[in-house]
């Protein structure tokens, strides 16, 4: 291999490298950040996960301790996740009138990190 060459290999050697780390930092995102930011990653994996077919994902906000988000499907129904100010740590996400899920939050969080095969 001449020089330049050589030179050209280790340059994208080190942007495919610098490109892995970028997404595997982007991989972390479901476990950083605040509280609402949580609620919503947790959110988005159960309607994911029970293959909701989304229109306006949730969007979340927070009357102090307490966190509610509010979507739509396709279909017109609405998405609906609240976790009280009291139990912090739980989650309830509706679709329409049906509850795809209710309870921990980090269940959730740790179920979309396992690996699928």
Not at 48 to 75: F, M, W
């Amino acid at each position: 291999m001449t020089r330049p060459a050589a030179k050209a290999a280790a340059i994208a050697a080190l942007v495919a490298t610098g490109l892995s780390a970028c997404s595997q930092v982007s991989a972390l995102a479901p476990v950083g950040g605040d509280r609402l930011a949580t609620v919503r990653f947790a959110a988005n994996d159960v309607l994911v996960q029970n293959r909701v077919a989304v229109l306006a994902a949730p969007t979340c906000t927070a009357s102090g301790a307490a966190i509610s988000c509010t979507g739509s499907t396709t279909d017109g129904a609405t998405i609906s996740v609240s976790s009280t100010a009291d139990q912090q740590q739980l989650m309830t996400v509706t679709v329409g009138s049906a509850t795809l899920y209710s309870g921990a939050i980090q269940d959730v969080i740790d179920r979309a990190a396992r690996p699928t095969s």
